[in-house]
């Protein structure tokens, strides 16, 4: 009986040690699958959404201020933050982007900083290093 008692005791303890460990999932998904093969099921959307926006915003701090991309990507993010922190489930923030799955807004924000994170290497704000040839920009050619 007392290995039994303490086992609980134990057991108690661990389960209030997790509940406090654990963050409290704000937005959960309610899918079980996304219908898309290869893509799973993301269980706390708004975190890793949050997270990644956060990074872009961070991340965009390296370019210059009057590049167009770094203008228009800050707009973008601070919007979608702004229906991310307005929706009251997942559903609602899907509707708000006109989007069926956040499992591929999660793809596409980490696309766009894997992208963000290449461009002060390329640096395509600069001038051309040469005059671009006569017809590159003419279409159809």
Do not use: H
Not at 7 to 24: E, F, P
Not at 66 to 87: D, I, Q
Request: hydrophobic share 35%; glycine share 4%.
């Amino acid at each position: 009986k007392q290995w039994y008692q303490r086992r609980v005791a134990i057991t108690a303890g661990i389960t209030n040690n997790l509940r406090i460990m654990s963050r409290q999932v704000r937005l959960p998904n309610p899918r079980l699958i996304t219908g898309i093969v290869g893509r799973d099921v993301v269980k706390d959307p708004y975190f890793s959404l949050n997270k990644l926006y956060q990074t872009t915003l961070t991340e965009l701090e390296t370019l210059p201020k009057s590049y167009p991309y770094r203008v228009e990507t800050e707009r973008l993010t601070k919007e979608r933050m702004g229906l991310l922190e307005k929706a009251k489930s997942v559903v609602e923030f899907e509707q708000a982007l006109d989007t069926r799955c956040i499992e591929n807004v999660i793809q596409e924000a980490k696309s766009e900083l894997l992208l963000i994170r290449k461009l002060p290497g390329w640096a395509p704000w600069e001038p051309l290093v040469g005059d671009a040839p006569e017809n590159q920009w003419k279409w159809p050619i």
